[in-house]
């Protein structure tokens, strides 16, 4: 087994296990660099969103080359940019069903390998990420560590971002049906968590 396909097979077993990564309660341990770094990978909605914007952005790409990073790059730009607006204060209703929303479309771009242009795959990923980082925004808001999280908190989805797009280059050609149930998996993850929710 290949490391990417081996990192797939864990990332969709930790589905079973992992608790809602915005739980809007701060967590005193999650204010700094290492509780930020940990964060992602302790909540199943940010692990499966960060793994599938790479998953996808891999199966969908055309070659290998810098077009590969438009979704992830325009992921943690606006993840960082809603984490601004969330420590200034700045709330949107339902920002968590927003969040567990987000994760639908992602899984079915992974399900299509739906192809943009480099611009509209930022701006698409982009727009997912600003409700994951308005969520942070707003659990980390006061805290003096707030900064040092969030620089965790990017480490750790550009590390993802790898990871997906590790997995999803090795799934291109030999193994599709893989890929298509795990963005089926993250789909219904989305659609499981806004059931709870309701």
């Given amino acids: 087994m290949t490391l990417p396909t081996a990192l797939l097979f864990s990332a969709i077993g930790a589905m079973g296990t992992s608790a809602s990564a915005h739980t809007g309660i701060p967590v005193p341990s999650h204010s700094s660099f290492v509780g930020g770094l940990l964060h992602p990978l302790l909540g199943l909605d ?32 606006l993840l960082l940019a ?5 420590l200034r204060g700045a709330a949107i209703p339902a920002v968590e069903p927003m969040v567990a929303a987000s994760l ?14 480099g611009w509209a795959a930022a701006l698409a990923m982009g727009a997912l990420a600003l409700f994951h980082g308005l969520a942070h925004g707003n659990e980390l808001a006061g805290s003096a ?5 969030l620089a965790g908190l990017l480490l ?17 050609a030999r193994t599709p049906w893989l890929a298509r149930a795990a963005g089926a998996g993250v789909a219904l993850w989305g659609g499981a968590l806004l059931v709870q929710m309701a």
């Fill in 46 to 77: 940010h692990l499966a969103a960060m793994l599938a914007v790479g998953l996808w952005s891999a199966l969908a790409a055309r070659r290998a080359g810098p077009g590969l990073l438009w979704g992830p790059m325009g992921f943690a730009a």
């Fill in 145 to 149: 560590s707030a900064w040092q999280t």
């Fill in 82 to 86: 809603g984490a601004a607006l969330g």
């Fill in 104 to 117: 639908l479309p992602i899984g079915l771009l992974v399900i299509t390998r739906l192809r943009l242009p």
């Fill in 156 to 172: 750790a989805t550009a590390l993802l971002h790898c990871a997906g797009l590790a997995a999803g280059w090795a799934l291109r």
